[in-house]
């Protein structure tokens, strides 16, 4: 497609739960990227991948995050034993290069968890 | 430690006056800085600056990186009520890594 897809668009859901967000990226893109943003601000750098593999993990949290890019599924990423703090919205975008500065963003899905 | 700091964190102007927003930055093996725009949803690319004193422009905006003081800043002049935005400032390093931002309201 045209646009980067990220579904669900809102995600609720309780403390301890796993919490699982998808990204299709655009057709052609190789790269995709997976951001954090908390209270609206705080913007954060997760992981990237050059089609199924992790390019850039470096800002991936050590426990209960995990992410994939599978052939011919949309990426994913799953947190399993969601905490308050994970409340976010979750941006993915997609890129035919690394450059950061030819990514296209998604709308981004809106974590919460209660 | 590595960090990126922007300032203000926000900011009331009125249509038609210019603006100056402030990156600094401490970044393991600097590669590239990057400025975005979030209005509602997801950033918008704006500008990337990888050499110091080379002045990037589009329209009404500008940037300009200082490597040497380690800082960079983005100009918006005669603003309008359409630039109200959060304004991100993003280094590329060891890490990619992003400011805080700054909040911008232009009010007519």
């Known amino acids: 497609g045209e646009e980067v897809a990220q579904t669900p668009k809102h995600l609720v859901r309780g403390e301890g739960q796993k919490a699982k967000l998808y990204c299709a990226p655009i057709?052609?893109?190789?790269?995709v990227f997976w951001y954090q943003q908390v209270l609206k601000n705080e913007f954060k750098f997760l992981i990237s991948?050059?089609?199924?593999?992790?390019?850039?993990e470096t800002g991936m949290p050590k426990e209960r995050f995990s992410a994939k890019c599978l052939p011919n599924s949309p990426c994913s990423l799953e947190i399993q034993a969601t905490k308050l703090e994970d409340s976010a919205v979750y941006f993915c975008?997609?890129?035919?290069?690394?450059?950061?500065?030819?990514?296209?963003f998604g709308p981004g899905t809106r974590l919460l968890v209660l | 430690e590595d960090k990126v700091v922007q300032s203000p964190l926000s900011l009331v102007v009125h249509e038609g006056d210019t603006v100056t927003l402030n990156c600094s930055y401490e970044?393991?093996?600097?590669?590239?800085l990057l400025w975005y725009k979030q209005e509602k949803k997801a950033p918008t690319f704006l500008f990337m600056l990888?050499?110091?004193?080379i002045e990037k422009k589009s329209g009404r905006l500008s940037s300009i990186l200082d490597k040497k003081e380690l800082f960079s800043i983005l100009n918006i002049t005669a603003t309008q009520t359409g630039d109200s935005a959060v304004y991100l400032c993003?280094?590329?390093?060891?890490?990619?890594?992003f400011g805080t931002g700054t909040s911008l309201t232009v009010i007519p």
């Open positions: 975008a997609s890129s035919q290069s690394p450059r950061k500065e030819t990514q296209y």
């Open positions: 057709k052609g893109h190789s790269y």
């Open positions: 991948f050059q089609n199924e593999n992790v390019f850039d």
């Open positions: 970044v393991t093996n600097f590669r590239s």
């Open positions: 990888t050499s110091s004193g």
């Open positions: 993003a280094v590329d390093g060891n890490q990619f890594y």
